[in-house]
């Protein structure tokens, strides 16, 4: 989401955000099928139309297996933490248009 106008344009910030959840399938599921939970929210900056940097907090829940042989219950842990992002998106078209024009 920009924090400035309509869209993310070079050298600007914006807000990022994604949760994603994360189910099992299958016969070797057993007792939960939910696995794991990953969360994060954060600020972007976009250089130019290739390169932007993100950073971010970072919340993950995950499900195991159950270690008490008694209760059989699933172990839920929450781990937390700070995600930097380095992206830098490689333009090999250039390439194929002067290989083209050979």
Avoid: W
Avoid at 15 to 27: P, Q, R, S, T, V
Avoid at 71 to 95: M, R
């Amino acid at each position: 989401m920009p924090l400035q106008g309509n869209t993310i344009d070079d050298n600007e910030f914006y807000i990022h955000a994604f949760d994603e959840i994360l189910i099992g399938a299958g016969e070797n599921v057993k007792n939960n099928i939910f696995d794991q939970n990953r969360f994060n929210i954060g600020i972007g900056y976009k250089l130019n139309k290739n390169c932007k940097f993100e950073l971010g907090y970072f919340n993950q829940i995950v499900t195991k297996p159950a270690s008490d042989k008694i209760t059989k219950l699933p172990v839920i842990e929450s781990n937390n933490g700070f995600l930097l992002g380095i992206t830098y998106n490689i333009d090999f078209t250039n390439l194929k248009k002067k290989e083209e024009a050979k």
